[in-house]
């Protein structure tokens, strides 16, 4: 199914020069390969730079990150609505919502920030996940595929992940830079610095930075055909007549995060051992399977489709193109 084939046929997008980006870490204090990163890139940031920018790292929930907690009062990465973001702060406010006012100031409407890297670490099986928001947005879509043509013999295989909303009901951080990717690395507990998890995840930053380096440098980037790995629905636990979960994700479903589910495959075990099925009617791509975060969020795991896009070409948007006379 190419739903957005037609919608992205346009033969080259042209995009302006990225010289403001930030890289987010600790967005969720307990994602340790961000935490750490951040906390590295601040005492020292020479790895950031390249010839056309400076890449500038931020510790986005630095009281969570404290604590080595998800959250202090509320998700930070749900906090970034049109609501939240054009309240003045009151003191009842949930401190991430404060926060997420001060970030958005900062990299978002305040100054508008041309890349945001936003990175997050899952319990789920689910490699690097190249996650976004937004199916226009062609810059993030090269970057994603610079990325995982580039990761050669590496093990963790790189998926492109689409929440497909509309900017206005976008809740999360990376809604806030012009061009956005949020690279989500598991399996990795909360809590807990893995180094081989952590090293993958700076070796994508520092890839990440070398495409907008060569973007701002004129390189051209061609159309390329990509598999994208769309959300369908969350699927909760299912429940007693008290709200407790009363069955758990099925052996054969755990860590088979991107491996396709077909309807009658087994996808909960209660306590007893009794099964229970897909009952759905075709196949689906189940992601963020038995996430730690995700019990407090109603969500055993995330259905998503498998579709084909063609992405457009790239091009550097020169002054002469934009004003359409060339000097
Ligand atoms: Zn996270």
Redesign the pocket.
């Known amino acids: 199914m190419n739903i957005t084939q037609e919608e992205m046929m346009s033969s080259t997008m042209e995009c302006s020069p990225v010289s403001r980006v930030v890289i987010f870490g600790g967005?969720?204090g307990n994602?340790m390969s961000g935490v750490t990163l951040a906390k590295h890139w601040l005492k020292d940031p020479s790895e950031l730079h390249r010839t056309t920018f400076m890449a500038e790292p931020c510790l986005a929930n630095p009281l969570a990150v404290n604590k080595c907690v998800r959250y202090i009062d509320s998700d930070l990465?749900r906090c970034f609505s049109e609501d939240v973001l054009s309240s003045a702060d009151s003191d009842n406010d949930p401190y991430e919502f404060k926060r997420a006012r001060e970030l958005n100031q900062r990299y978002g409407s305040g100054c508008l920030y041309d890349f945001v890297f936003d990175l997050?670490?899952t319990t789920s099986n689910m490699g690097a996940t190249l996650l976004r928001c937004s199916k226009d947005d062609a810059l993030s879509l090269h970057l994603a595929n610079y990325l995982q043509s580039s990761s050669g013999s590496v093990s963790m295989p790189c998926y492109n992940f689409l929440i497909d909303i509309p900017k206005k009901d976008n809740i999360y951080l990376q809604n806030i830079g012009k061009h956005s990717c949020c690279i989500e690395l598991g399996p990795q507990p909360q809590g807990v610095t893995r180094a081989d998890v952590l090293s993958r995840m700076r070796q994508l930053v520092n890839c990440g930075l070398d495409f907008l380096d060569l973007f701002n440098h004129g390189k051209e980037f061609p159309s390329f055909q990509t598999d994208i790995y769309r959300v369908l629905s969350r699927v909760d636990y299912p429940r007693d007549s008290f709200g407790e979960i009363s069955a758990f994700i099925h052996n054969d479903l755990q860590d088979k995060d991107y491996v396709p589910l077909k309807p009658g495959d087994p996808i909960f075990t209660t306590i007893n051992g009794e099964d229970l099925f897909y009952d759905g009617e075709k196949v689906v791509y189940p992601t963020f399977i038995n996430e730690a975060?995700y019990y407090e969020k109603k969500v055993a795991f995330i259905l998503t489709e498998k579709v084909s896009w063609k992405v457009p070409a790239l091009k550097l948007k020169t002054p002469e193109d934009h004003h359409g006379t060339p000097k």
Do not use: Q, R, S, Y
Request: hydrophobic share 15%; net charge negative.
């Open positions: 967005t969720h994602e990465n997050h670490n975060a």
